[in-house]
């Protein structure tokens, strides 16, 4: 089974990173060591009893302890792949295989037991399995709609969200697919729509989960013949919240496939699924073509990086929500201006500004905050130049030469790329206003704030310059 494999792969690696093995050792037993699930177990089987004595030995101490963690409750052995159980063919009994162990010889006892006691441990364990499916609905009631900062990076994907809280499972957004990079309040938006479902209908049947539990759930489902309650549970949703969605692709065959099952199941029945991701479905590498093909059927969405004026405002909703402080216009200003990338960094940009002023005798500064963020800020910035940005740009402008951005000239074909270039100059770099205008033909200050306010206005309603703008952007940040 290849999500055993997956697991083990997971424990072999581990076992390397703790460095209790030397690489002879690991590759000459460990790494010939093989997976398989039988009747419930992970078994990790040995090729030989030499190589089980020995692993079992030296290393099985080392090993199980990271295989327990990885699989959770699931029962975990080791064994010779040359034992050889006995069957009982007796009408009434099954066969229960002991620890090795507990088995010097290397071979499994057989115990008879009656076939209602086996259906009463299935029943336990199916029981056990609903109950860890239905601890909760795992939502955090701090993510709602209230405290979700709303700007023209998100302010359709937050529109949306609402529209599907009063029209769930409506076949004009399910399933909805929302994406975009780390860090900019995916999660956050994803159980805010939760939260507003489960308040409106409190008896709805909602789970959230990172798709590394569900691969967790089917993994130990798998283990323990529970895929009946496994399927059950999934079957019986009314809201599927899926976050990271891409953690599934690769190798996980039969993660791939549970989804998929789950997936169509619960939009055949009018259930609502959302799901998270990095990046645009088309683009998730080793997702089964299937899956890809249903995610984009339904409605996707993307979050972007937040401008500067969102920035602003989540930075003194955040510093009055954790701090109840009152941050100063000039403070979180800078902080916004140096920290671009996502929600994420700015809140960690602004515990390291409080934290530094806390300590400060001057208290919160623009002074302590410059200092605070030091190492952040020659990190960002670091060797890109005003000449790099304008090579850039005429590299990406083929027509346009470097002549060309700091001459007098203003043609339409060489004013837009200019005005992008003065604009990505201020957005990368620390250069101020009067630097970036000598730099663009001896250009005033004024002229750099224009160009960035023309550029900004026109990435909102011109797609040609927005596409410009973010290809440049990424380019220059890679």
């Known amino acids: 089974m290849l999500e055993a494999e997956i697991v083990w792969q997971q424990c072999l690696a581990l076992i390397k990173e703790m460095d209790v093995v030397s690489e002879v050792e690991f590759n000459t037993w460990l790494k010939t060591l093989q997976p398989r699930v039988q009747d419930g177990y992970l078994e990790i089987v040995a090729s030989n009893h030499l190589t089980y004595d020995f692993v079992s030995k030296k290393y099985w101490a080392k090993i199980l302890p990271v295989l327990e963690t990885l699989t959770g409750d699931a029962p975990v052995k080791l064994i010779a792949s040359s034992v050889k159980p ?4 007796s009408q009434n009994t099954t066969l229960v295989k002991d620890s090795p162990e507990q088995d010097t010889n290397n071979y499994k006892k057989e115990v008879v037991i009656d076939k209602s006691k086996s259906a009463n441990n299935k029943q336990r364990q199916d029981k056990q399995i609903l109950q860890h499916l239905h601890e909760s609905t795992k939502l955090s009631k701090e993510f709602t709609f209230d405290n979700f900062v709303l700007g023209s990076s998100n302010q359709l994907a937050v529109a949306i969200g609402k529209h599907v809280t009063e029209h769930v499972g409506h076949v004009d957004h399910n399933p909805l697919f929302i994406y975009g990079n780390v860090g900019l309040g995916k999660t956050h938006l994803m159980q805010a729509i939760g939260n507003e479902i489960h308040k409106n209908n409190p008896n709805a049947k909602i789970r959230y989960l ?6 967790k759930d089917v993994v130990k489902a798998s283990m323990s013949g529970g895929f009946d309650a496994f399927k059950k549970y999934y079957d019986n949703l009314d809201l599927l919240l899926f976050d990271d969605i891409q953690f599934i692709a690769g190798d996980k065959t039969k993660s791939q496939e549970e989804f998929f099952y789950t997936f169509n199941h619960m939009l055949e029945k009018g259930k ?3 799901m998270t991701c990095d990046t645009y479905p088309k683009n998730i590498g080793k997702l089964n073509d299937r899956l890809v093909s249903r995610f984009a059927s339904g409605l996707t969405v993307e979050i972007q990086p937040p401008v500067f004026e969102m920035r602003v405002a989540i930075l003194k909703r955040k510093a009055m929500q954790g701090s109840k402080i009152d941050l100063d216009d000039e403070v979180a200003h800078f902080i916004a201006h140096n920290i671009k990338s996502n929600v994420r960094e700015l809140e960690g940009a602004l515990k390291k500004v409080l934290y530094h002023a806390k300590f400060s005798r001057v208290g919160l500064t623009i002074g302590v905050a410059k200092e605070a963020l030091m190492d952040i800020i020659a990190g960002d910035s670091r060797n890109l130049l005003i000449e790099d940005i304008q090579k850039a740009v005429c590299d990406f402008y083929k027509d ?4 060309d951005l700091i001459s007098k000239k203003r043609t339409q074909q060489i004013v837009r790329p200019r005005q992008i270039a003065m604009t990505l100059c201020k957005d990368l770099t620390q250069y101020s206003l009067p630097a970036i205008g000598t730099a663009f033909g001896g250009r005033d200050h004024t002229t750099v704030i224009h160009a960035q306010k023309t550029i900004n206005e026109l990435r909102k309603s011109d797609d040609k310059v927005e596409r410009d ?9 890679n």
């Open 400 to 403: 346009v030469k470097f002549a």
């Open 86 to 89: 006995k069957i009982n063919l």
């Open 272 to 274: 609502q699924v959302i």
């Open 210 to 215: 990172h798709a590394n539990e569900y691969v």
């Open 469 to 477: 703008y973010k290809l440049l952007l990424q380019m220059l940040q």
